[in-house]
């Protein structure tokens, strides 16, 4: 049986690149990493009711992890506090991209300055933070939103790489 025939009379699918569903699109809510950590076993359920509770006694105008991070929720497993570092590590992993502690004595200002104008990076929530020959490395407090990254990479002539 030739090569053609058989992958005409073959009931296995055709082959496709694996693009995993993403756990939520849209904007970061503190709800919603509540309900993560606790599926998650990070926190304990009643850990996730307490913060709940405390969370929805008054509206914030904080991003959620600032938010969640004064909260002092522990840890399921050793009680320790769920720090805004931890947190955002936690949601960086969740939005499978890389977290990275900005060290704002290594950013070279004027380089990634060049690539997105203060208007555009503030109303999108992020931050340029690296510029090499073929890739802009942005910083995004809004890590399930990219509507905007094909229109950088268009304009900078690199591709992005996010990080949380």
Same mark, same amino acid.
Request: hydrophobic share 40%.
């Given at each position: 049986?030739?090569?053609?025939?058989?992958? /005409?009379?073959? #009931?296995?699918?055709? %082959?496709?690149?694996?693009?995993? /569903?993403?756990?939520?699109?849209?904007?970061?809510?503190?709800?919603?990493?509540?309900?993560?950590?606790?599926? !998650?076993?990070?926190?304990?359920? *009643?850990?996730?009711?307490?913060?709940?509770?405390?969370?929805?006694?008054?509206? #914030?105008?904080?991003?959620?992890?600032?938010?969640?991070?004064?909260?002092?929720? *522990?840890?399921?497993?050793?009680? /320790?506090? &769920?720090?805004?570092? *931890?947190?955002?590590?936690?949601?960086? +992993? +969740? %939005?499978? &991209?890389?977290?990275?502690?900005?060290?704002?004595?290594?950013?070279?200002?004027?380089?990634? %300055? !060049?690539?997105?104008?203060?208007?555009?990076?503030?109303?999108?929530?992020?931050?340029?933070?690296?510029? *090499?020959?073929?890739? &802009?490395?942005?910083?995004?407090?809004?890590?399930?939103?990219?509507?905007?990254?094909?229109?950088?990479?268009?304009?900078?002539?690199?591709?992005?790489?996010?990080?949380?």
């Amino acid at each position: 049986m030739s090569t053609a025939t058989h992958a /005409k009379t073959s #009931s296995a699918p055709p %082959a496709r690149p694996h693009h995993p /569903k993403p756990v939520h699109v849209g904007p970061l809510d503190w709800r919603r990493i509540v309900e993560w950590l606790s599926a !998650d076993g990070v926190i304990t359920a *009643t850990e996730a009711q307490r913060t709940v509770s405390r969370c929805s006694a008054a509206q #914030s105008a904080q991003h959620p992890l600032v938010r969640l991070g004064h909260v002092a929720m *522990t840890r399921a497993a050793d009680h /320790k506090p &769920l720090d805004i570092e *931890t947190l955002t590590e936690y949601v960086a +992993k +969740k %939005a499978g &991209l890389d977290y990275l502690r900005i060290d704002p004595l290594r950013v070279d200002v004027g380089r990634v %300055a !060049d690539m997105m104008s203060a208007p555009y990076a503030e109303r999108h929530r992020v931050l340029p933070v690296q510029v *090499t020959p073929t890739e &802009l490395v942005v910083a995004t407090s809004e890590p399930f939103i990219n509507d905007w990254v094909a229109e950088v990479e268009r304009q900078s002539r690199r591709s992005v790489r996010l990080v949380v």
